[in-house]
């Protein structure tokens, strides 16, 4: 779901999880393990390390995909496939607009800004 639609009920309802455990863990990847795989990412962009920017990016792709956040999947997936065919393009500009998307996600769900 865009950020902008993006509703937690509906979400969790699709994914069978009762809406208080899936805010939980909706918070928790949000704030934490993203923030862990961002760092990351950040890292080895700056190395050039195509291999972790690959492993990183993957881990993104699947968690957003299961958390239907699909801004965040469209990105890190960009992210995924350059890296995996060692392509150089601007890692850090696509890592910044997820971050963005993040922050709208953050406000829909939490009103964190």
Do not use: P, W
Not at 38 to 51: A, D, M, P, Q, S
Not at 75 to 81: H, L, Y
């Amino acid at each position: 779901m865009k950020s902008k639609d993006y509703n937690m009920a509906t979400a969790a309802e699709e994914l069978g999880i009762d809406l208080d455990k899936f805010k939980t863990l909706m918070k928790q990847f949000l704030n934490e393990n993203l923030n862990e795989y961002i760092t990351r990412l950040r890292e080895n962009i700056v190395k050039n390390n195509f291999t972790e920017i690959t492993f990183f990016a993957h881990k993104i792709v699947g968690a957003s995909a299961n958390y239907q956040t699909d801004e965040i999947t469209e990105k890190a997936r960009k992210i995924k496939d350059a890296a995996k065919d060692r392509r150089l393009i601007d890692y850090r500009m696509i890592l910044a607009e997820m971050e963005e998307e993040i922050k709208k996600y953050k406000s829909v769900c939490f009103g964190a800004k």
